[in-house]
DNA sequence: GCCCAGGGATGCG
DNA sequence: CGCATCCATGGG
């Protein structure tokens, strides 16, 4: 993929490894708008618009470094499609979603979106985090940054239940309150399987949502976070013997070993928009 | 009224 | 361990 990267933009030629719909609207991300199919996303305090040209892709930001990481532009996801297209239904799945990436979000921010994701559904998930996003975060111009561990952790437990979280509430209250204790930056080297653990230690972090936090926030792609979605691919394309999510989740990190995290996604991209 | 949503916590065997 | 049950909320 070609795209330079300048000191307000990066430009990014147009090809088949990068839509912005696509990456924002595939479920690894909840704060993202759209106008009129211009997209705009927030990472952090960090703001970006993604526009169109006739043969480029435009990201506008004043953090063009930041945003060439988010959007993962140095990795070859033309080679990975390559690698993964053995499989006939996976195939179909990466010709369906040709254009996602794993973003690399930040891990305070994932934490928080996928406990409130747990048995919930996307679009409700966007307006809490909305919410929690106004009444915790900084204003910027034209929208509010995710608010840091201190803002989160200032805010009391009437707060997070007039979220409309329900009883995800009393876990955020609780969650924030144990991360404001430890630094952060720190959880980015730990092993996978030492943070993995540490993640569901927190209260409202199982095992899917912990998978889910390890691959859009720390970027560890060898983890496939099984849902309901991805339950059903199983049951309906892979056999299906296995009953289990934990026994599902092992067999598809087996299956694709350091890119489990980007098969995942085409796979759950495809159910949700096909429904085959 | 029912079922479902990118499930987790808890308790019980 | 595995399994059942309960859990707030809103949309279809």
């Known amino acids: 993929m070609k795209y330079v990267v300048k000191s307000d933009r990066i430009e990014i030629e147009k090809c088949d490894e990068f839509d912005i719909r696509q990456i924002l609207e595939c479920g690894q991300i909840f704060r993202f708008y759209e106008n009129n199919g211009e997209y705009s996303c927030c990472s952090g305090d960090r703001f970006a618009k993604i526009i169109e040209s006739d043969d480029k892709i435009i990201i506008l930001t004043s953090d063009p470094r930041y945003f060439e990481n988010f959007f993962d532009l140095k990795t070859d996801y033309a080679a990975i499609k390559k690698q993964l297209s053995a499989d006939a239904f996976m195939a179909k799945a990466i010709s369906y979603g040709k254009g996602i990436r794993i973003l690399n979000r930040e891990p305070l921010d994932c934490i928080i979106e996928f406990i409130i994701s747990a048995n919930n559904n996307i679009t409700r998930i966007r307006k809490i985090v909305e919410r929690l996003c106004e009444g915790a975060g900084t204003k910027k111009s034209g929208y509010y940054a995710f608010p840091t561990i201190d803002q989160l952790a200032d805010r009391s437990l009437e707060f997070y239940n007039s979220l409309g979280a329900g009883y995800r509430g009393a876990y955020l209250f609780d969650t924030v309150q144990r991360l ?14 030492d943070l993995k653990k540490f993640l569901i230690s927190l209260k409202g972090i199982g095992e899917k949502v912990a998978n889910c936090i390890l691959l859009f926030g720390f970027h560890r792609m060898d983890t496939f976070p099984v849902d309901t979605w991805i339950a059903k691919v199983y ?30 996604q085409y796979l759950f991209y495809y159910k949700r928009e096909c429904l085959e």
Do not use: C, N
Request: proline share 2%.
């Open 180 to 193: 404001k204790l430890i630094d952060i930056s720190i959880l980015r080297e730990m092993p996978t399987q």
């Open 235 to 264: 049951a309906d394309h892979f056999g299906g013997e296995l009953t289990s999510r934990v026994q599902i989740t092992r067999f598809f990190e087996e299956k694709y070993g350091t890119l489990s995290g980007i098969a995942q």
